[in-house]
């Protein structure tokens, strides 16, 4: 891998592109070129970069030629597409999608977890769920403690998770309540506007949600732990930015608070909030790229367990900067 690679975003236009540009710069990562994707409708966009202006070029089957890394925030469906196109020219491709996440062949990173789980042979690399992300933080420091028995989780998901069209969906719905105006509902099932959504992309026959099943397969994925006891119930919040999960972990023997604390506040990529009263929030997670934890305490139902509260930015840690990181560590580890 060149140490200054040509780096390409697809997607460079959506609410992950633009966060995976503000992070290249902000983390001053070394490349020697900065290529932009998107649809044919963002072709022709200029965006700045820095001292930069990039204009944007359409994804299209020739656009990695001569491209050393490629981050994807398309679409499951472009980057079934269009990865193997990346692969074929010669590019290390870190999807955002869900598309590669599960395959077995392809690992699934978050680099404070499971840095040792990528290879030099790698050319894909799949990003987590970005509820699945900053669970994992949480669970890996608490697994290396004591064995995890039972984990529960509920996820309070804010609408960016969705899109750009989302946001603007809970602005108007917003401001049409106060109008005393008809809301207009397009992409969500139920209204969002003053109202939680207990349902994230489409049921399975299990009732569970797809959004549900990616949080508990996944986190067996990057945990190493194919048989942890893990159920998620994922809610979408009318939040604009920030998603904050419960967490349950019931544990197989005793594990005092000193020690779990002093582990949280040391590790890397969390921030820890260690007074009960002063805690995380949607608010003060927004803009920042650590996960926030606090609330942690004793689930007194149980001789083993715990409750705790995390919340991170979706956009950021979530998504774009663990793809950002992913790529500082192939540069670190290969370069």
Not at 19 to 38: D, K, N, T, V, W
Not at 228 to 251: D, G, K, M, Y
Not at 268 to 276: K, L, N, V
Not at 291 to 314: A, E, F, K, M, T
Request: proline fraction near 5%.
């Amino acid at each position: 891998m060149n140490p200054e690679p040509v780096v390409g975003i697809a997607g460079a236009t959506g609410l992950v592109g633009r966060e995976m540009i503000s992070l290249l710069l902000q983390r001053e990562f070394p490349h020697s070129e900065l290529r932009l994707f998107a649809s044919a409708d963002s072709q022709g966009e200029v965006i700045e970069a820095g001292s930069e202006e990039i204009t944007v070029e359409e994804l299209g089957d020739e656009s990695f030629n001569g491209v050393d890394i490629v981050l994807f925030a398309t679409s499951a469906a472009l980057s079934e597409k269009f990865v193997p196109l990346a692969s074929d020219a010669g590019a290390v491709s870190i999807d955002n999608s869900s598309h590669f996440r599960m395959h077995k062949d392809v690992p699934l990173i978050v680099p404070e977890v499971n840095a040792h789980a990528l290879k030099s042979s790698d050319k894909v690399v799949a990003n987590p769920n970005c509820s699945t992300v900053e669970l994992v933080l949480l669970l890996d420091v608490i697994q290396k403690l004591s064995p995890m028995k039972r984990v529960v989780v509920t996820t309070f998901q804010s609408v960016s998770g969705a899109g750009q069209d989302a946001l603007d969906e809970l602005w108007n719905q917003t401001l049409a309540i106060f109008n005393q105006q008809d809301l207009i509902q397009k992409n969500f099932p139920q209204q969002i506007a003053f109202n939680c959504i207990p349902q994230i992309d489409t049921f399975l026959e299990s009732g569970y949600t797809k959004e549900e099943q990616k949080i508990v397969n996944e986190s067996r994925k990057i945990l190493g732990l194919p048989k942890l006891s893990i159920t998620a119930t994922a809610v979408r919040v009318p939040v604009f930015h920030s998603h904050a999960e419960s967490v349950n972990v019931e544990l197989e023997r005793e594990l005092p608070l000193e020690t779990l604390n002093s582990a949280l506040a040391s590790a890397p990529g969390i921030e820890f909030f260690p007074a009960f009263d002063i805690y995380p929030m949607q608010m003060t997670a927004a803009g920042g790229d650590s996960v926030q934890v606090g609330r942690v305490r004793r689930d007194l139902s149980v001789p083993h367990g715990l409750d705790v509260w995390i919340v991170s930015d979706n956009l950021r840690k979530g998504a774009a900067l663990n793809a950002v990181q992913i790529a500082e560590l192939y540069l670190k580890k290969f370069a």
